[in-house]
């Protein structure tokens, strides 16, 4: 099936579900309205459902006409902790934004759903769609497949897929990926400076934690360009900083929060040692103390090569050459799709869905307050979703 043959409809539908989602955004593992949601989109298709039983999770089996081994297609549902600033007419108000294009996964995945279901018939096998809560930091992947959604056809699934629409970057319509490394390795760091606090007007007479936080914020730049080769790729970010809670008082204790971002466990193991051992020493120099913590929390998703030359040749083939090109480096976003693909051979494809009058240099990129994804390539997802899966099920 051609992009052109799209059934009429189908994409005015997704369109309808993706918005409501986007206006009542939802985080963590419990997503109670995105759930009832999905299953009413999912209503009179004939699928075996099945609700989560710790989280908000739905995965729906389809069984196919002929038989075959199991494909799975995953769609993240969660939002994040953000107040949207789009100005669209159905942004959200709640507090939550879906600011990384949840709502288009699983609208897309939706729509693969009613497309596989019409072609039941002549599937050679089953395809499983999971629906996942919690990808934004509750590591939902790995509670679904604690609940079993790798065992929910009644065997293993041999290739696994996921499409990640992207804000900015690349142009509107466009599909990417590439072999091996596709998005990076994710640690969570933290820092507490200790210090005993005092009196503004008496800094000599005080152990003021502020001066040493503040030194390590500046040097952990260089730490990445003298501990990285310049071939690899690696990020190191403070995000949080908190301490004291008045102009004259000095704080006894300040508190970092950041995340160290890698494609190499080489370069991890270099990074997560100098991120400890900088945070004491600077802190000792400004005559306080330190307690850095590095927690890992994903590893790299990693593309399997032949899966990953498989759904780059599915793209071209349903939707042009000209809408299809291999992805030079892997970003150093992190996704819990690992999980899936730690277990089951498979890719992840992004699809640019940056408004077409905007260039994707300039838009504002996932996890922005300003973010805009385009919903007009829903359909063009879900018709990619569906195709790997039957062309993956008859391979």
Known sequence: MRASQKTPGRQHDLVRLRRELHADPEIGLELPRTRRRVLDALDGLPLEITAGRDIGSVTAVLRGGRP??????????????????????????????????????????????????????????DVVFMFQPGEEGADGAAKMIAEGVLEAAGAPPVAAYAIHVMSARFPHGTFTTRRGALMAGADLLSVTVHGTGGHGSAPHLAG?????????????PGLLTRTVDPADTAVLTIGAIHAGDAGNVLADRAELRGTLRWHDPRTRDALRGGFVELSRSIARAHGVTADPEVVGYLDVTANEPDEADFAAAVATAVHGADRYRDLPQPLCAGEDFCRILERVPGAMILLGACPPDVDPAHAFDNHSPYAVFDDSVLADGALLYAEIAARRLTA
């Open 68 to 125: 075959g081994p199991a494909v799975l297609l995953r769609g993240d549902m969660d939002a994040l902790p953000l107040t949207e600033l789009t100005g669209l007419d159905y942004a959200a108000r709640n507090g939550a934004m879906h600011a990384c294009g949840h709502d288009l996964h699983t609208a897309m995945l939706v729509g693969a759903a009613r497309i596989l279901c019409a072609r039941r018939d002549q599937l050679h096998g």
């Open 208 to 220: 003021d934690p502020i001066p040493a936080a503040a030194a390590l914020v500046g040097a952990l």
